[in-house]
C-alpha cells in the first residue's frame, strides 16, 4: 500500500512511531519496531517514551511490550462519533445487513485508501481482511472503487497516485489506466463490484455515498463468497443498497468528513 508522507517535525515523526505501533495489530517490542524503523536507536526510544508518557501508547513492563494506550482509545472513539458516517449510517446498515444476510461494510477515503468505518457480519460470517478500523487499498476494493469512480478529476488524480498497485490476485488492477477504465464503468453503471481482486474467492457489490452536491461521502457494500453467490446475483442487490446509501446521505445532511487542508491554511497564513 503506497504510505502517505508524515508532516514535518517532532509531532509528525511521533505520530508515524503511533502508526507504526498500531500496525502490528498486537503488543509489540521495542527490537520489532526498531528493525523495521527509519529512526535511530535513541530517537525512537525518545518518541516511544513521550508517548508512553502523554497515554498514546502503554508499556508492559512484564512483556517489554508497547501497544495504543488508553488516551488513544479515547480519542478514537470521539472521531468515531464525531468524524465519520458510522453513527448516522448504524441503523441503515442494521437494518441492511439483517434483509441480505450478508456481510455489510461503510467505508470512507483517508487518503486516497479505505478506512472501513463500521462492519455487520452476515448470519453466518466468513473470514475476510475488512475489520472497522482497518485501512485497505482502494484500487482493489468494491467500496474503494465505487468512492474513487465519483471523485473530482483532479482529486482522483491524487488518490491514483497514492495507489500501490500491488498485486494481491490474479484479477487486480495492476496498473492506473486499467483501473481507470473500470472506474468508468462503475460510473456509468452506477456500482462497483470486487471480483476476487483484494482476496480469492471474496466478491462483493458496493455504491457510492453522495451529498446532493455529488460529493463523496463513504461507500456502502456486501461482502461474500463465490461459494454463496455470483456477481450476476450481488447486482441484484444494488437498487437496495443505493436506496440505503441515498438515505444515509440525506441524514447525514450537512456533515462533512475532514479533508486535509494545506499547513498555511490551517495556520491562517495566505
Not at 233 to 254: V, Y
Request: glycine share 8%.
Amino acid at each position: 500500500m503506497a504510505k502517505v508522507q508524515s508532516a514535518d517535525g517532532t509531532v509528525g515523526k511521533a505520530l508515524d512511531v503511533l502508526d507504526q505501533v498500531a500496525a502490528f495489530g498486537r503488543p509489540v517490542r521495542f527490537s520489532e519496531l526498531l528493525a523495521k524503523s527509519r529512526f535511530p536507536k535513541a530517537t525512537l526510544y525518545r518518541f516511544l517514551q513521550t508517548l508512553t508518557n502523554q497515554g498514546m501508547l502503554a508499556y508492559d513492563p512484564e512483556r517489554q511490550t508497547y501497544a495504543p494506550g488508553i488516551r488513544l482509545v479515547r480519542l478514537a472513539h470521539a472521531a468515531w462519533q464525531q468524524s465519520s458516517l458510522a453513527p448516522v449510517a448504524r441503523p441503515h446498515i442494521d437494518a441492511l445487513s439483517a434483509r441480505i444476510g450478508e456481510t455489510v461494510h461503510l467505508a470512507q477515503l483517508d487518503h486516497g485508501q479505505v478506512l472501513y468505518v463500521d462492519k455487520r457480519n452476515a448470519a453466518e460470517p466468513l473470514e475476510m481482511f475488512s475489520d472497522a478500523g482497518r485501512i485497505g487499498p482502494a484500487y482493489c476494493t468494491g467500496v474503494g472503487k465505487a468512492m474513487l469512480a465519483y471523485l473530482e478529476p483532479t482529486a482522483l488524480t491524487d488518490a491514483l497516485g497514492m495507489q500501490s498497485f500491488h498485486r494481491f490476485t490474479g484479477k487486480t488492477h495492476a496498473d492506473a489506466a486499467s483501473l481507470r477504465a473500470d472506474l468508468a464503468t462503475i460510473r456509468e453503471r452506477g456500482f462497483a463490484f470486487d471480483d476476487e481482486e483484494h482476496e480469492p474467492g471474496i466478491i462483493c457489490v458496493a455504491v457510492p455515498v453522495l451529498a446532493r452536491s455529488g460529493r463523496v461521502m463513504g461507500a456502502l457494500s456486501v461482502t461474500t463468497s463465490t461459494e454463496r453467490e455470483t456477481l450476476a446475483g450481488l447486482s441484484g442487490l444494488a437498487p437496495e443498497l443505493k436506496a440505503a446509501a441515498r438515505a444515509i446521505a440525506e441524514e447525514a445532511g450537512s456533515w462533512r468528513f475532514p479533508e486535509e487542508t494545506p499547513i498555511n491554511t490551517r495556520m491562517g497564513v495566505a
